[in-house]
Structures are given as structure tokens and as C-alpha cells.
């Protein structure tokens, strides 16, 4: 199994990023497919994730209206539109895989399978 996250990088405050992870080595149409962000010295955080034929989608409110997830079945790939960068918005961001969306899934604790992350570093 693999979640590989590609995307990351430098930017100012009010651009925008597109984020991708591939996915392979499990069935990745069912799976909900999701980000979550660990910023230096903080907890991790839940991003977003969206439900298996993209009619669910979820945002942690810090992005709500500036974050969108989407996601190719047919590509394995789920990606995530980063719009108004903010510098609170820099932080390590890791892809995510689990059957099910539950409460755990958004504290992080019910995922079967986490990428290594991508870095996002929003200068002011």
C-alpha cells in the first residue's frame, strides 16, 4: 500500500496550491479518502475528506470556503485545492485512507493508511 503526496511547496499569502496523492495497492473506490496538517509544535489537525463516489465531502472549519477535496477513481488520485493561503495554513499535509468516515476518522485514529507527507509553507 501507498499514499504518496506531491504538491507541496513554497507560497504567498493568498495563492494557492493543488495538492495530489496517489493511491495504489488497495481498492481505492472504496475508500474514503481524506487530508489532515500537523503544523511545528501543534496536533495534528483534520483537514478534509470526501466519501467514496465524491457525494460526501467534510472540511475542518479553519478551512471551510478556501480548501476544496475532490477526488479520480479512475486516476487513484485525490487532490486538494488550497485557495487564500493563509501562513497558519503551513504545515506538513498528509493524505489519508479508511473504509469509513466516522468521529474517529476525523480525530485521526481510525485511518488504515497515511502517506508521508508534503510540506506547505505560506510565507506572509
Known amino acids: 500500500v501507498q499514499l504518496v503526496e506531491s504538491g507541496g511547496g513554497l507560497v504567498q499569502a493568498g495563492g494557492s496550491l493543488r495538492l495530489s496523492c496517489a493511491a495504489s495497492g488497495f481498492s481505492f473506490s472504496n475508500y474514503v479518502m481524506g487530508w489532515f496538517r500537523q503544523a511545528p509544535g501543534k496536533e495534528r489537525e483534520f483537514v478534509t475528506c470526501?466519501?467514496?463516489?465524491?457525494?460526501?465531502?467534510y472540511y475542518g472549519d479553519s478551512v471551510k470556503g478556501r480548501f476544496t477535496i475532490s477526488r479520480d477513481n479512475a486516476k487513484n488520485t485525490v487532490y486538494l485545492q488550497m485557495n487564500s493561503l493563509k501562513p497558519e495554513d503551513t504545515a506538513v499535509y498528509y493524505c489519508a485512507a479508511d473504509q469509513w468516515y466516522s468521529d474517529n476518522y476525523r480525530k485521526g485514529d481510525a485511518i488504515n493508511y497515511w502517506g508521508k507527507g508534503t510540506l506547505v509553507t505560506v510565507s506572509s
Open positions: 470526501i466519501g467514496w463516489s465524491d457525494s460526501r465531502t
